[in-house]
């Protein structure tokens, strides 16, 4: 058929667009090993050693809850929306299974299932007052992280609620991998296990099904969705849905790791959330954004937290930089799209 | 006689504050190209989006295959077999080409509900791609593609659902004629299978050649409908804009004086614009002519600073100047009105007033930063005056203005800050047949008054009626330079298609 007539599309930016995604994603993984290196530089300089497995650990299951959380804010972000209600979702869910183990005495795995169903639930009120009632998702979100936070604060009555005839719970996420003790006390620990395999299930979703490629499509050109006979307020709503699990899934951990629900908590956890989404490559104006890309920044977000705790910096200014790099993430997404214009 | 695929009848549609249709008609036959014409804003789209399940109709009855149906989204259109083409690209420009044209019909994988078989997308878009005989690569993003491959990507999603009946709003405005030639093929192809066609466009010589129906509307209304075969053009015409006028008459160019006010020398940004070199004297009009793409848009955009440039110098009144940005534009001298008026040339929002003093609002401000409003009023009131804006009142909001007279209100602005080179994109894109006549003579007349007009246009007759002298591009570079009496459509369609040997 080479013979039939056809038309001549002329090349366009291609190449340079692979290009640039590749420099992208190799920019957040060289990041994340220039980190390391920097940490353990200072710490060379004041005596101490970085590239320790305690601290692999201690990185590892500190990036855990907020990586979770990072995962389904990957989807929103996709789609040109905001979730701001990821960290105080993640308290409620915490404080459902709090509640839902020890008031009322259900087994543990009700429990969980008790609180990653409430994050599902504010995910849900979330996307019905964007899909539906079209309010801004900024404004919407940013209703529900108070609801989520004061609704937090009513059930505990401000207090924490602890879980001690449940030690199962907390063991079984917070131990070593088959029991095993590699170095020390320390194994591979189980709740970073539970990441990765969130995050294997988040790419698959991203990758493969339906909602990952309406999810694109929305944050792609809504309006052609729309026109394509795309049901657009239905995935919309079920993409923060989606987000929602996911949070209430890191209020699971969350509680399984403090071995308790803590109702204070949760609060700016959203802000971590969003820098490891943006700093992974997920362009906030929508259309573009990889699991890989959210797992790297989430490591890049906690190694810089956790490397400033370990050389003693004071933690205000860790929650300075935290900030700072928020905005330099969202400053080099711009330059990234400026670049492709 | 054939029974008809589609017939509407009496079909309304308001908008807030507007009857968008009344009581309008529309039939198409199986195997018929059923052209609609109208002025912009005549209310084709608006029909044939309620065709196409984007609107819901008010009042009337749409008969599909001789049963009364509904259509109450796209999706259902669709399922009845009514595709549309949008005048607007509307594509997902992250996605591939497959992706799109499948969007909402992904094949599963082995049949899992949710789970997506990219190999089976792939394989059926390149099969639709060998039906239609296009060169389109299924796995390539479609935001890398130019205009017309995104055309033609729309084209085939619309001809995937194997519709009978086709929709397309204004589907060659982007392309060449090569590429017109193309998609004449496709249309006929698919009239031999029996599909119905809607073909809506303003360029009425090409309806002359691949339609069999001409369906005119006017103000929201069916005016009538005519076999092209005994349908004159002067005729459509008069139906389309109610009255009769004549044909165009090329407007005497203008004895040219020698003075230069702007010079461009060899210009280069990438490969949008290589070498470009060009003058404009006073009182001059210099088309610039091109196929979309050709990097006319470029040029303007980089002469008046809104682009950086590589190379290149830029002289006003004989004297070179800087230009890093429209601020050194303006203060030059030189106004840019975008062809998207919308988006670049107003602020929709705000009143005529506040449009026309906005570019030289530090002359109104007195030195404590509080604007002078009795100032402002009189100049816009001038322009309003001086142009002949039809507005009910210097505070009416711009967005509620036609047109022709948005154009009117971008030409005040720029005369507010005493601009004297003025480059026009598109002036008349999106302008109707009754107001685009008196652009033209707004346009002559600032020559007249000594301004140096560039008029970037892909309206051919527009330019040679216009110009003192044309300027052609390709691909970035000028490829010719004709005077008035040189320029024809002809030499000039020779210039645009000059594409480099080894391109």
């Given at each position: 058929m080479s013979s039939a007539p056809g038309l001549p599309v002329p090349a366009g930016r291609t190449g340079a667009m692979v290009r640039s995604d590749f420099l992208q994603r190799f920019l957040a993984f060289g990041a994340l090993i220039v980190l390391i290196l920097f940490f353990q530089v200072w710490c060379v300089l004041i005596g101490t050693n970085f590239l320790t497995f305690e601290n692999f650990v201690n990185i590892l299951v500190a990036t855990a809850v907020v990586g979770i959380m990072a995962l389904g804010e990957t989807f929103v972000v996709i789609t040109g929306g905001i979730d701001l209600s990821v960290g105080t979702v993640m308290t409620i869910s915490m404080v459902m299974t709090a509640v839902a183990i020890t008031s009322q005495h259900l087994p543990v795995p009700v429990g969980i299932l008790v609180g990653i169903l409430t994050g599902g639930l504010m995910g849900l009120a979330n996307g019905v007052l964007i899909a539906?009632?079209?309010?801004a998702p900024f404004i919407a979100t940013l209703g529900i992280l108070n609801v989520a936070r004061g609704l937090s604060l009513v059930i505990t009555q401000t207090r924490p609620i602890y879980f001690p005839n449940n030690p199962e719970f907390q063991s079984g996420v917070m131990g070593n991998l088959f029991g095993l003790k590699i170095s020390g006390e320390f194994g591979f620990p189980n709740i970073a296990i539970i990441m990765f395999g969130a995050a294997l299930v988040a790419a698959f979703m991203l990758g493969k099904t339906a909602l990952g490629r309406y999810t694109f499509a929305l944050g792609s050109n809504e309006e052609a969705a729309r026109l394509s006979g795309v049901n657009v307020a239905n995935w919309k709503m079920l993409v923060y849905v989606v987000c929602g699990l996911f949070a209430g899934l890191a209020g699971v951990l969350s509680a399984a790791r403090l071995g308790s629900a803590q109702p204070a908590t949760g609060f700016g956890y959203e802000l971590s959330a969003i820098s490891a989404v943006v700093i992974g490559g997920t362009s906030l104006s929508g259309g573009e954004g990889t699991i890989l890309g959210t797992i790297i920044g989430a490591f890049i977000v906690y190694v810089l937290t956790y490397g400033l705790q370990f050389v003693n910096v004071a933690q205000e200014w860790q929650i300075v930089v935290t900030g700072g790099v928020l905005i330099a993430a969202v400053y080099i997404d711009n330059l990234r799209r400026r670049q492709r214009v | 006689m054939t029974e008809p695929l589609v017939v509407m009848q009496g079909i309304l549609k308001d908008f807030p504050g507007v009857h968008a249709l009344v009581d309008c008609r529309f039939e198409l036959l199986p195997g018929e190209v059923h052209a609609l014409v109208g002025e912009n804003g005549a209310g084709k789209s608006t029909l044939m989006k309620i065709l196409g399940g984007v609107y819901k109709r008010d009042a009337g009855v749409i008969t599909y295959k001789g049963a009364p149906v509904e259509i109450p989204n796209v999706a259902n259109a669709q399922r009845l077999g009514i595709s549309m083409v949008h005048q607007e690209l509307n594509l997902m420009n992250h996605l591939t080409v497959a992706q799109n044209i499948f969007i909402g019909r992904e094949p599963r994988a082995h049949g899992?509900?949710?789970?997506?078989?990219e190999g089976g997308l792939n394989d059926l878009a390149a099969a639709l791609f060998e039906r239609l005989h296009l060169r389109l690569d299924p796995t390539r993003r479609a935001g890398s593609l130019t205009v017309a491959g995104q055309q033609m990507v729309e084209i085939a999603k619309a001809l995937s659902f194997n519709s009978s009946v086709l929709i397309m709003d204004e589907p060659t405005a982007a392309l060449t004629d090569t590429e017109i030639d193309e998609l004449f093929r496709i249309i006929r192809e698919l009239r031999g299978q029996g599909v119905g066609v809607v073909h809506i466009s303003h360029r009425l010589q090409e309806l002359k050649q691949i339609s069999d129906r001409i369906t005119v509307m006017r103000d929201g209304r069916y005016i009538d409908t005519i076999g092209t075969a005994d349908a004159k053009i002067e005729q459509i015409i008069s139906m389309m804009v109610g009255r009769t006028i004549f044909e165009a008459v090329p407007e005497v160019p203008e004895k040219t004086n020698p003075e230069v006010v702007l010079e461009v020398r060899n210009l280069n940004r990438g490969s949008a614009i290589r070498d470009v070199s060009f003058s404009v004297h006073r009182g001059e009009i210099v088309g610039i002519a091109g196929l979309v793409g050709a990097g006319r848009t470029e040029v303007a955009r980089a002469v008046f600073g809104a682009d950086p440039i590589d190379s290149g110098e830029i002289f006003v009144h004989g004297k070179k100047v800087k230009i890093s940005g429209p601020i050194d534009a303006v203060h030059h001298g030189i106004g840019y009105l975008s062809e998207d008026r919308k988006r670049y040339?107003?602020?929709?929002?705000?009143s005529v007033e506040t449009n026309i003093v906005m570019a030289s609002l530090k002359r109104f401000v007195s030195r404590l930063g509080i604007v002078r409003s009795a100032l402002t009023r009189s100049a816009a009131e001038l322009q309003v005056q001086n142009l002949a804006i039809?507005?009910?009142?210097?505070?009416?909001?711009?967005?509620?203005?036609?047109g022709g007279t948005q154009q009117k209100v971008v030409v005040g602005k720029w005369l507010t800050a005493d601009t004297e080179i003025l480059i026009f994109d598109e002036?008349?894109?999106?302008?109707d047949v009754g107001a685009k006549s008196e652009i033209y003579h707004l346009l002559n007349a600032l020559a007249h008054e000594g301004k140096a007009i560039v008029m970037i246009s892909s309206d051919l007759p527009e330019i040679l009626r216009m110009s003192h002298r044309v300027v052609v591009m390709c691909e970035g570079r000028v490829t010719g330079e004709l005077t008035a009496a040189e320029a024809t459509q002809e030499k000039i369609m020779t210039f645009a298609t000059q594409r480099e040997a080894a391109a």
């Open positions: 539906r009632f079209r309010i | 899992i509900p949710l789970v997506l078989d040339g107003l602020a929709l929002g705000l039809k507005t009910p009142s210097l505070n009416q909001r711009v967005r509620n203005l036609s002036p008349t894109r999106g302008i």
